[in-house]
């Protein structure tokens, strides 16, 4: 009696307290529900919401926000590695652009679809495993750097803003190049040995037992990459005995033309990667085709022109809500007109592969990780075309010297004692040169009138905008020449300011990239302020997949767990 009285008792509680839970867990979804309702009218969410039981146990859901390098090659691999674990997944990738590749995207010079440019990212390299095997798998063709170039006899030349500190020829490297040698001593192949044991450690990265890995600062540290990141360019070439002349001279010039910054900012791991330009290849027709065929070989759903503003966190089942809006004015899509539509649809995991200080994405609630605001470089890049080559007198040569296809600059003595300059970021750094590179990318036979002309095709790196002005002195026209008429001198042009990479600076920690502790949410671009390349986007997509698909795992193997010690007390 006493005993049943407890019983019932207990019952009693329990019941209470189930119909409590119950009810408490009906106003949250109500309250949650009428709150998507109240901003999108959520028809379509409830139903969602609604089947949510069904579609757990069948598909699971993945929202990729971007499709550059990282979502791109999150997708890709994602799908691969869902697939091997029988697991079934439906992708969506979201884009604002109208376009993907996000920073790897080409334009059309004189609008010519079969004159295409890099407007962002042009080269990589064959150890860059992700990009060169998918270059294989999509049969796409690469070509050398310089193939179409060879206008000038010199491939490269430094400038200081008061001369030539280096000139080389065709078919030499820096490093093996005699004259080089002579002037630099040793130094230049010892960099490229640190250069090599740097990459070495890097490349861990990619295989177990540091892959996949859940934090960069862990992996970096256990790959021994953290003495190279924790000091700058300049502190970890002293340390390894190669600083001096030709850090300033030529590495200096190699991080400037590939970061836009000096070896008093950059830390010594981007600096090394700056200095592994081996085999640079770029893709036939722009970099971006990598990144499409992932996404085609993904089986993703890519909504283009679709921005995602806002991620809500589901309190009743942990699922995310992702809201979007679909043909607003984005970048890319300045054409686009009529009304913009809202979309809002429910996944079981989002990845955000976009850095997400630029994403104008509101998380509720706030993740337990909220990536950090970090500096950006301000990079314009200006593409022209004209039919003069670069001005020997701009470059303070006599008028019989050829200027090299490719100026890449540094700074003069002078500026490399001033820590204001050496430390300093855009127009704050560039020095007196007042650019970080010019390059004459090829030469175009163009049809005008009927009448062929050869034309060259430019691309200036500088902090702050080319003018046309300014173009016309590269070039060596003078107020009053009779070149002097603008549609002549510069045939066409392009110029677009990005947030080209952050800058570097010394770091020891990085972003995290779990950024719940349900494993739901996963950001890519945390890898940029360790290295900021395509291939270490796509090194972090096929990371994150990876990673996915093994919470997915073990939260199987855990629910398993439970049922299986359900079904042995039920038996009991
Ligand atoms: C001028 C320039 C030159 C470079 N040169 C090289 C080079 O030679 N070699 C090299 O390897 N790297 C180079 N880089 C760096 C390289 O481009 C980047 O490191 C890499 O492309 C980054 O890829 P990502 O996918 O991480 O980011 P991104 O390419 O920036 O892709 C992120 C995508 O997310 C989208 N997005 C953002 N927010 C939202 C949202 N709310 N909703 C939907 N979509 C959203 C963006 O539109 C974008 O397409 C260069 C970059 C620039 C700008």
Known sequence: MVAGSGIRGHLLVTLSVFFLTVLLLAVEIGAFQEASQRYYGGKQLQEQISNRGDLVVSMRK??????????????YYLQKFAANKSFDVSITVY?????????????????NPDEVVELGASIFVEVNENLYNATKEFGLECSDNYISRRVSKDALGVYDGQSFIFRQPYDTTWWNNLAILWKYGLTPIRTQQLMKQTI???????RAPLFPFRSL????????????????????LNSNGVGGKYATDLVQASTRVNYAQNLGIIHGLETMVCMATDNAMSVKGGNWKIFSGMLAASNAKVRLNTAVTE???S????RWIVYSTQGASHQGHEDSEGTPTFQSEVFDVVVLASPFQFSDIEIHPEPEKTPDIIP????????????????????HLPADQEVPDMVLTTLNATEQQNEKITRGGGVHGVGSSGFFSVSLLRSIKREVSGVHKI???YKIFSPAEMTHSHIKEFLGVKKGNVEDVDDAVVTWSHKKVWHSYPYLYPRVTFEEIILDKEQTLFYTSGIESFISTMETSSLMGINVAQLVVDSWESKEKASKKAQDEMWAKAKL
Do not use: C, M
């Not at 926000?65 to 090659?73: M, Q, R, T």
């Not at 600062?217 to 970890?236: N, P, R, S, V, W």
């Not at 950006?376 to 470059?395: G, M």
């Open 95 to 111: 884009e604002k652009n109208s376009y993907v590749g996000g920073r790897s995207t080409t334009v059309n010079v004189y609008n």
């Open 376 to 395: 950006y470089v301000q990079l314009h890049v200006t593409l022209f075309t004209s039919p003069l080559r670069l001005s020997p007198d701009y470059f």
């Open 455 to 457: 034309e060259y095709l």
């Open 62 to 75: 993945v929202a990729v926000i971007g499709a550059g390098a990282g979502g791109s090659s999150t997708a």
């Open 217 to 236: 600062t862990e992996a970096a540290e256990k790959a021994d990459l953290l003495q190279a990141t924790a000091h700058t360019g300049e502190q970890f």
């Open 200 to 206: 070495r450690k890097f490349l861990q990265l990619y």
């Open 315 to 318: 309190p009743s089942d942990g």
């Open 311 to 313: 991620l809500h966190k």
